[in-house]
């Protein structure tokens, strides 16, 4: 993949490496039978790699033109021309992609420092494209030394002769056991030195040359000069990174509760680490003229630093989208056909993604073979699949969750035997903030398995309580009791009519059981605790009047004689039956609908007193504030013998 990629890019490459390209003392003069003193008629020519004698020739003549044409300043297209020949007869495949194009150039340097020192063969001894194909010829070496041109078998290179990628890896032994030798006549005497220790492209060539002595020595492979200038460039880029991603911080900090798009400092801050560590990988290799481990340690921490950013981020950059869509969603009417918590899970897998494409990335450019390890996960996907079962497991129930939707972000529920509010889903785990305000997570593979009691999507609650009445109470004022217990479910604004019901259930151990059931139109606990409320106040309000009281379990020992219920409040009340079934009016076991329809809805609440009462014109019972309108003559209704009033107009 490297190498076609190379084929394809190769023009815009070496000329990028004729634009690195230092300035030799090369003397005047050629290698004799090797090379010729020719012009070169064809500019656009491609390399010669026909046979190894073609393959050699064409490098030691490109690369020996294309120095000599810097050396005289030629224009750079007369440099890249030769120069991209001579690259077209070595096989660079097996070089790094994070320092590709200086270690192509420096082994090209390091080809030519050999071959100008060793005894080549005569021309005719080579063999040429006839000979290698009549003596079946694959692979040919220059006597004397290691150094092997073959033919390439298969890819875009199959059927050229090049230099052999092993002989590309170990020039810079063969460079130590030949450095020794003297330069042939025509040579490029060292150049290599000049190259580690000249600048690059960037800056004037003639720099190096004003610096003091002490700065152009040789340290581990580079000038003294370039050493300080890449540590002052790293310090530089270093302090700019801070700032940025500190100023980048506070800016989301003072926008934290606006629109997420706005947040965009941390965003930023990391966008421009990854440029500027993109800008130290150039700098040290196109201005300052790094190469070999140098430039290597420099390329692989501004690689980290790249993929470092890129991957920060693809989880911002993820979490502020989710956040983003959420936000446009709140007071819109899709809220709830898409789920903020899904949207996060989704960006978080398309971050792992990216994570996992940068890291196959960075692998490759490093020079870490990915084919093995992919291998080598088929080989180990048994053991990997038994050690991240519980992970898969959770990350199952995750989707079932977001599947199946039982329970949204805010929501409260139930949850086995405990209570509390959803505060996050994600794909291994739920977060629960407890009624104690605590964080209980659980994982997704337990979570999805328990029995959940989702409170939060009831539309109405439920009011179920049993009145206990004293058995002194009456037969005729438990009838009144129980009338005025359903007048109060059909009239209260809060109950819905259908299914609300007051019935006597039985004898008790000690009392009489009347069971009160019905549905409060709220779903939050603060409304229902105090619509709840006002109805038993309202209950304790209808027993009393009844003249009866609620029972409670115990011994009683008189000493005197009890006084008992209210008498005179139950002879009225029993009057009023009375009168209910001498009309045939009792309203058992059901009010008369018209009579029902008259009755709900006609009670106050909240009632008069309370801060936030409404005068309900036609339905409350007290007269408005202020000037009094006399009121309509009483009209006949059904309700009048009941004792309920009229309405009025």
Request: glycine residues 8%; charged residues 25%; contains cysteine.
């Amino acid at each position: 993949m490297i190498r076609i990629l190379f084929r394809r890019l190769r023009w815009l490459l070496l000329f990028i490496l004729v634009l690195l390209a230092p300035q030799t003392l090369a003397q005047p003069g050629h290698l004799g039978a090797i090379l010729g003193a020719i012009e070169d008629p064809y500019p656009l020519r491609s390399a010669d790699t026909s046979s190894p004698r073609d393959t050699l020739r064409t490098y030691m003549r490109d690369i020996s033109t294309a120095v000599d044409a810097w050396q005289s300043d030629k224009p750079r297209t007369d440099i890249a021309r030769p120069l991209l020949r001579a690259a077209d007869t070595i096989d660079f495949g097996g070089l790094r992609g994070v320092d590709r194009l200086a270690d192509m150039t420096i082994k090209m340097i390091l080809l030519k420092e050999i071959l100008d020192r060793v005894e080549l063969p005569p021309f005719e001894d080579i063999p040429d494209d006839e000979e290698a194909a009549e003596q079946g010829i694959v692979r040919w070496s220059i006597p004397n030394t290691k150094i092997e041109i073959a033919k390439i078998s298969e890819g875009p290179n199959a059927g050229e002769f090049l230099f052999t990628k092993e002989t590309i890896e170990n020039l810079d032994d063969y460079y130590a056991l030949a450095k020794d030798l003297p330069y042939k006549k025509g040579a490029s005497v060292g150049l290599y030195e000049k190259v580690l220790s000249s600048p690059g492209v960037l800056l004037p060539r003639e720099l190096a040359n004003n610096f003091p002595d002490w700065a152009k020595e040789i340290v581990l492979g580079q000038g003294v000069w370039q050493w300080i200038s890449i540590c002052l460039l790293f310090i530089i880029s270093a302090a700019i990174i801070r700032f940025l991603y500190r100023q980048g911080a506070r800016w989301d900090e003072r926008h934290r509760i606006s629109r997420p798009s706005v947040r965009f400092g941390v965003p930023l801050a990391l966008l421009a680490s990854f440029f500027i560590a993109h800008l130290i990988g150039l700098a040290s290799f196109t201005a300052i003229g790094l190469f070999e481990t140098p430039y290597v340690v420099v390329s692989t921490i501004a690689l980290v630093v790249k993929i470092g950013s890129l991957a920060v981020l693809a989880v911002v950059l993820a979490g502020r989208l989710a956040d983003s869509v959420a936000f446009s969603q709140e007071n819109s009417a899709q809220k709830r056909r898409v789920d903020p918590a899904l949207l996060r899970v989704v960006f978080r897998l398309v971050s792992v993604v990216v994570l996992a494409y940068l890291g196959i990335y960075a692998a490759e450019t490093v020079g870490i073979p990915i084919a093995p390890l992919v291998a080598g996960l088929g080989v180990g996907g048994l053991a990997i699949a038994l050690a991240a079962r519980p992970t898969l497991e959770n990350i199952i129930g995750g989707l079932t969750l977001f599947a199946d939707r039982p329970l949204r972000v805010g929501d409260f529920c139930r949850y086995g035997d405990q209570i509390g509010t959803v505060e996050e889903i994600g794909l291994r785990s739920t977060r629960i903030r407890s009624l104690e305000r605590t964080i209980v997570t659980v994982p997704n593979a337990e979570f999805s398995q328990m029995k959940l009691d989702n409170f939060a999507a009831r539309d109405f609650r439920l009011l179920k309580a049993v009145l206990q009445l004293r058995y002194e109470t009456t037969p005729d004022q438990l009838r009144y009791v129980l009338a005025e217990l359903r007048k109060l479910l059909l009239g209260h604004p809060k109950v819905t009519p259908v299914p609300a019901r007051a019935r006597f259930v039985g004898y008790g151990a000690y009392s009489l059981d009347i069971e009160v059931f019905a549905y409060l139109q709220c779903q939050d606990q603060d409304s229902f605790l105090a619509i709840q409320e006002d109805i038993f106040l309202r209950i304790a309000d209808i027993v009393k009047d009844g003249g009866s009281g609620f029972a409670f379990p115990s011994q009683t020992l008189y000493f005197r004689r009890d006084e008992g219920v209210d008498g005179e409040r139950g002879r009225a009340a029993e009057v009023k039956v009375e009168d209910w079934r001498v009309d045939d009016r009792l309203p058992f076991p059901d009010f008369d609908p018209g009579l029902r329809r008259e009755i709900e809805d006609t009670l106050d609440y909240p009632q008069r007193g309370a801060h936030d009462y409404r005068h309900r014109k036609g339905r409350s019972d007290d007269p408005p504030p202020g000037p009094q309108i006399p009121p309509a003559p009483e009209r006949k209704s059904m309700a009048r013998w009941l004792g309920l009033g009229s309405k009025r107009s």
